[in-house]
């Protein structure tokens, strides 16, 4: 089972950026399909954006396209979320999620959760 542990959350003002990782425990990192979810106070957790195992692909929500940018470093186990030009209405908790696939290819549905970090943005 592989766990996995996010950092990098704070508090930032809006239009400022961030960059949170998902460090993996699992050595065959590479075989899994990664994503960012995230969960506003009193909302239900929603997609953010999502990476295939070679980082060749990518997928992201409409609300946050042009502003975020995932990618990944399997030689690290890890997988990065870089927010930009941030806003109030990013402040939420954000899970990183990974599934284990048998290609290479973006999923909709991840098997493990990580424990969340906080991003706040202020106005």
């Known amino acids: 089972q592989v766990q996995l542990v996010e950092s990098g959350g704070g508090l930032v003002q809006a239009g400022g950026s961030l960059r949170l990782s998902c460090a993996a425990s699992?050595?065959?990192?590479?075989?899994?399909?990664m994503a960012w979810f995230r969960q506003a106070l009193g909302k239900e957790r929603e997609f953010v954006t999502a990476i295939n195992w070679s980082g060749g692909s990518t997928r992201y929500a409409d609300s946050v396209k042009g502003r975020f940018t995932i990618s990944r470093d399997n030689a690290k186990n890890t997988v990065y979320l870089q927010m930009n030009s941030l806003k109030p209405e990013d402040t939420a908790v954000y899970y990183c999620?990974?599934?284990?696939?048998?290609?290479?290819?973006?999923?909709?549905?991840?098997?493990?959760w990580g424990q969340g970090t906080q991003v706040t943005v202020s106005s």
């Open positions: 999620a990974a599934k284990r696939v048998s290609g290479d290819y973006i999923v909709a549905v991840y098997d493990y």
């Open positions: 699992e050595r065959t990192f590479s075989n899994y399909a």
